[in-house]
């Protein structure tokens, strides 16, 4: 239920955060402890973007050591993501979006790898799986765009690929692609914050960022 209002009308929340209010009456369960030290300028990020991206990688697409990984968008979740599959031990971080000017800030979280969809006259899912000899292992999706979407579930190699969707998509949008794809033995998986438990899970994100 909402905790506040306006003019005797209850406001609600957007997907349960409403982080663009600057003073409001939380619930007790959206509260999460932290280390007291951590300096709230900095770790405020963690309560959404970072932890989804971050999250996607390590707790839902699960790269094995020495893995591929495409990240579609490099904005915050996307680096988030690609600081994921670095720290789960990808080998190869791809990093895939329309911005070139993004790609060099990417390198910092741990992408070895750019590819801008522009750039060819292809799908970019047959660009990727040129690259990595029939496709990747792992994608993580963090644009929203519904077309991105189906990229990063196409270019997951046939047999073992893991694309995991973060990006939300309009409303009326629909996902399309060949059935066969999924006989072929990909798997498609979607997650809300990175599938970490808020309460309990971001003091330890958390304590990551004090230990650099």
């Not at 963690?46 to 990984?69: E, H, Q, R």
Request: glycine content about 10%; some cysteine.
């Amino acid at each position: 239920k909402s905790r506040f209002s306006i003019n005797g009308k209850p406001i609600y929340h957007f997907v349960g955060t409403s982080t663009f209010s600057e003073y409001t009456v939380m619930h007790v369960g959206c509260l999460a402890k932290i280390n007291p030290e951590a300096p709230l300028d900095k770790v405020c990020v963690l309560s959404c973007g970072i932890s989804t991206g971050l999250g996607a990688s390590i707790n839902v697409a699960k790269p094995p050591k020495g893995s591929t990984v495409a990240v579609f968008g490099l904005g915050a979740v996307g680096l988030a993501a690609c600081e994921g599959a670095r720290i789960a031990g990808a080998s190869r971080i791809i990093g895939v979006d329309l911005n070139p000017n993004r790609f060099e800030e990417a390198r910092k979280f741990g992408c070895t790898e750019f590819v801008n969809p522009k750039d060819h006259n292809k799908p970019v899912q047959e660009v990727l799986a040129e690259m990595t000899n029939g496709g990747v292992d792992r994608s993580v999706e963090c644009t929203g765009n519904i077309n991105a979407m189906i990229q990063a579930f196409e270019c997951v190699h046939d047999g073992w690929g893991v694309a995991v969707l973060v990006g939300v998509p309009h409303k009326d949008a629909e996902f399309k692609t060949r059935p066969m794809n999924f006989l072929n033995e990909r798997t498609l998986k979607g997650t809300f914050f990175g599938n970490f438990k808020p309460r309990t899970d971001l003091p330890n994100v958390v304590e990551l960022y004090m230990k650099k």
